[in-house]
């Protein structure tokens, strides 16, 4: 007897170039992370200017948005898993287009909350968590590489956003800006989700079978299981750290007498050294593995946390801080996902991603909100104290989840 062969796809399919893809995917997230996201602290002081709310009033919206986000992950990954990661990225994009729009109308500020917690349930179907979930069970062991590319040019989205963003808002005003945005989600971003979700020759036809019940079941295993509880932790750990860092970096370099420049030098420089952390690990991933990889990135963050408060004797530091913070948590937006997969699996990934995006994502939100709290008790010199704890915390967790899942 003849081996059995895999069903012929249907006449109707047309496949896509696998690397062309992946390369309108990662325009695609670089679109929606720049107007969905990173518009909003680009923003902020045209906003405050000409609607005259507070600060805080307008920060409030943002948090919302990251809370929904977060709420909404578990219910998107089941999605994905159920085969409808291509309809939640081009429809999460469309959406998402429109509602940036949307905000170039408000009056009040309970259209402008209206309009950003909704904006927070598009993030949870476009932004990185989908989109990864959603190349992980379509492409298998091939959605490393995917991710990476990806990350690689989408990594720069904040670098578009912020220049952009001002430069429009200056000439046109912020009304014109925020449509601006729109314009190139709408008529750009969508479709190259509709190209990058194509179907590519290489898909492993396990990984894009029909989710039945089995994805369920995964995440229901998954929930007993040590490991996701740990991992759920270090990764909350990493978003709790960097946000502190990203929203009370410039303060808390003002409070050491560092000079506006020097600050904004700094702060600009995580960015593009969270893309060279990429490619440095591009260049050792084979020799490397991923675990290991994710390990490193906790020391890496350790080693800057510690190079942030040498600096206010030794203000040299604050290079040695840019470089380990950006290439450290740099990796983990590729590191997350492909261990997660590594220890708890492929079945119900999208499931099992959305439920490790909600406590990721309610970091990621209460991050300032923690920062300002913990100052008013002892200043910014106890808050880098407290980034240095979560970050050893989140590395002992991530430990005790390698541990636990080769025990198992």
């Not at 492993?204 to 007993?224: H, M, N, T, V, W």
Request: hydrophobic share 55%; proline share 5%.
């Amino acid at each position: 007897m003849t081996a059995a062969q895999p069903p012929a796809p249907p006449a109707s399919t047309t496949f896509a170039s696998p690397g062309r893809t992946v390369l309108a995917l990662a325009f695609a997230e670089t679109i929606v992370w720049a107007g969905v996201f990173y518009i909003f602290p680009a923003l902020l002081a045209h906003w405050e200017g000409d609607l005259g709310w507070e600060k805080t009033t307008l920060s409030g919206a943002f948090t919302a948005a990251l809370v929904t986000s977060a709420l909404c992950a578990p219910l998107t990954g089941r999605l994905i898993d159920a085969g409808h990661g291509r309809r939640l990225l081009i429809g999460g994009s469309i959406c998402a287009g429109l509602l940036i729009g949307a905000v170039s109308l408000v009056r009040e500020a309970w259209q402008f909350y209206a309009l950003w917690v909704a904006l927070g349930a598009c993030m949870a179907t476009c932004l990185y968590e989908p989109c990864f979930a959603f190349l992980t069970r379509t492409r298998g062991s091939d959605a490393r590489k995917a991710i990476t590319r990806i990350t690689l040019i989408a990594g720069l989205a904040g670098t578009v956003s912020f220049p952009v963003a001002n430069l429009l808002a200056e000439l046109y005003g912020w009304r014109a800006a925020t449509g601006g945005f729109a314009a190139a989600i709408l008529l750009i971003c969508v479709p190259l989700f509709v190209y990058g979700t194509r179907p590519v020759p290489e898909a492993e036809p396990a990984a894009i079978a029909g989710s039945g019940g089995k994805d369920g079941a995964g995440l229901q295993a998954a929930l007993r299981r040590p490991t996701f509880w740990l991992l759920a932790v270090a990764f909350a750990m990493i978003a709790l750290t960097q946000g502190i860092l990203i929203t009370h970096l410039l303060p808390m370099l003002d409070e050491r007498g560092v000079s506006t420049t020097v600050a904004v030098a700094v702060a600009s420089g995580i960015g593009p050294m969270q893309v060279a952390g990429r490619l440095a690990m591009m260049a050792v991933e084979k020799r490397v593995s991923m675990n290991a990889i994710c390990g490193l990135s906790f020391a890496f963050m350790l080693a800057a946390s510690t190079a942030l408060i040498g600096a206010g004797a030794i203000p040299l530091l604050l290079f040695a801080f840019v470089l380990l913070q950006g290439s450290g948590y740099g990796v983990t937006s590729i590191t997350r996902p492909v261990v997660t997969a590594n220890l708890l699996g492929r079945t119900g990934f999208g499931a099992i991603s959305g439920a490790l995006a909600l406590p990721f994502m309610g970091a990621t939100a209460a991050a300032p909100t923690l920062a300002a709290a913990i100052w008013t008790v002892g200043g910014y010199d106890l808050v880098r104290l407290t980034v240095l704890s979560l970050v050893g915390f989140g590395a002992v967790c991530f430990v005790l989840a390698i541990v636990s899942a080769r025990a198992r």
